[in-house]
């Protein structure tokens, strides 16, 4: 089991663990042609830890499935049988922009559906709820505590209920792909109010915070305010709801971007490298591109980069809000070498999301495609498993630091064949290369982002699979209060 050293007050007494060294197996493929897609970090079986898009290709499970299918040699009568699958349906993609005050979502939000509804996607764009309701004469500074907790409560059944029309017609659409564009969403009147009136208004409203995060929406993307970073550009004037000044909107910004810790795909944009405000709209359309799996070549030319690095020791108790998950890979079969099939479930207080992933290499790039299963799909696909590859147990924590989105995984018995003790590794995506800012209350290693000897493609091999060596630390630590 993964040691910890427990820390009391300001002493804390360490126990050095052995970081993770690799067993190093011959027959390593030299660099260079499909061969060497192993070592290549551009080709197809250097996959990083959770890193994936979705893709406008595949619209249901069930097609989806009769792809993977086709990858893996197999047939539908070779799996367990279910209940007869609908005919497949155009895909569906919901996006929520959040964020503070000018922070550019209106205005993401226009550009956005242009640029799709040019792809020939259907695109809607749903209202933010909350200046609809201000608009009309609502004004905070005049309502009792009361009356704010009533307000805010009727402000989520009532975003819930317009975005569900939307949802509802995007469902019915079957001639071409859906995105639905929301303006905030469900989660973040959570920003406004404590924890234990939110909890009361959660259980009054019938719902649930697992399922407004976690399957609610594809994707979140955090513009962050105009008063972070562009501050001559920040303005009251676009919004007549709009009160705070540049102090209040940072405030804000945190507040609403806390409240999305935990869902799977949340991307910040921020002010930085940008000339123009242009400049982070394309930032914007770029990250949405990229995840639901759209080249853009060099049109958009403000792209994210994923960075990794090998963390030495944390300490738990100087980490800001965290969401925690944990999270099973499995590798599944496939006759093609080009092609790299997962299957994912991500579980918190009981609660269980799945997802599947197909990565392959393409014309020079690497295309990866990401859907939603259910979990007897999730069952269907384990038949499936790479008995030559082993399961990745991973314990992962979600947070902010700055104007950055982090995930920290830490690899958990049984570990990896390929791993000698735990396995830490930060991850983020930043489009500043040379920013170094990362959380003081981690100790890194290095950083490995392309390095594919750290991949859960090569952690995952059994000692029977040739594999790259692992080049670690001497010790890796962890403090805690548990």
């Not at 955090?222 to 919004?239: C, M, P, R, W």
């Not at 080249?295 to 980069?305: A, F, V």
Request: glycine residues 6%; proline residues 5%.
């Amino acid at each position: 089991m993964l040691s910890v050293l427990k820390k009391r007050g300001k002493e804390s007494s360490t126990v050095p663990i052995a970081l993770p060294t690799m067993t190093l197996h011959s027959q390593v493929p030299e660099p260079g042609g499909l061969a060497a897609c192993r070592t290549n970090q551009e080709a197809i079986h250097c996959c990083t830890p959770d890193d994936g898009y979705c893709s406008p290709v595949y619209k249901t499970s069930e097609e989806f499935g009769h792809l993977l299918l086709a990858m893996t040699g197999n047939t539908m009568e070779t799996l367990p049988k279910s209940e007869p699958q609908s005919p497949a349906a155009k895909r569906v993609y919901k996006l929520v922009l959040t964020g503070g005050p000018c922070g550019g979502k209106t205005t993401g939000q226009e550009r956005l559906a242009t640029f799709f509804e040019n792809l020939g996607w259907k695109v809607f764009t749903v209202p933010e709820t909350a200046t609809v309701l201000l608009g009309g004469g609502v004004k905070f500074q005049e309502l009792t505590p009361q009356q704010t907790y009533e307000f805010q409560k009727d402000l989520l059944k009532t975003l819930i209920r317009i975005e569900d029309v939307f949802f509802n017609q995007a469902a019915l659409i079957n001639d071409r792909n859906v995105l639905v564009i929301c303006d905030r969403g469900a989660m973040d009147p959570s920003a406004y109010i404590d924890d234990k009136g939110w909890n009361q208004m959660l259980s009054e409203c019938n719902v649930d915070q697992f399922s407004l995060r976690e399957d609610r929406y594809n994707q979140i993307c955090h513009l962050v305010t105009a008063a972070d970073g562009a501050e001559n550009f920040y303005t009251l004037s676009n919004n007549n709801t709009r009160k705070e000044g540049i102090d209040a909107a940072k405030k804000q910004d945190d507040l609403t971007r806390q409240v999305w810790i935990g869902h799977p795909y949340v991307d910040i944009i921020d002010n930085s490298n940008c000339k123009s405000f242009d400049d982070k709209i394309l930032k914007l359309i770029e990250v949405v591109c990229s995840r639901i799996g759209i080249p853009t070549g060099d049109r958009l030319h403000k792209n994210s980069k994923k960075r990794k690095w090998l963390v030495r020791s944390l300490d738990l108790l100087d980490f800001p809000k965290t969401e925690e998950f944990k999270v099973t890979h499995d590798y599944l079969l496939s006759d093609d070498p080009a092609i790299q099939i997962r299957i994912r479930s991500r579980m918190q207080n009981n609660r269980t999301t799945y997802t599947i992933t197909s990565r392959h290499f393409l014309n020079g790039e690497t295309v990866e495609t990401r859907m939603k299963i259910s979990e007897r799909e999730y069952q269907r696909y384990l038949t499936m498993k790479d008995r030559s590859r082993a399961t990745i147990h991973k314990q992962r924590r979600c947070f902010t630091y700055g104007n950055r989105y982090f995930n920290l995984d830490v690899y958990v018995e049984p570990l990896p064949p390929a791993a000698h003790g735990p396995v830490i590794i930060l991850e983020t995506y930043t489009t500043n290369e040379g920013d170094s800012t990362l959380p003081p209350f981690l100790e890194i290693s290095k950083e490995i982002t392309g390095n594919p000897q750290y991949s859960m493609y090569e952690l995952s091999k059994r000692p029977s699979v040739p594999s790259a060596s692992f080049q670690g630390d001497s010790e890796s630590r962890i403090f805690s209060d548990d």
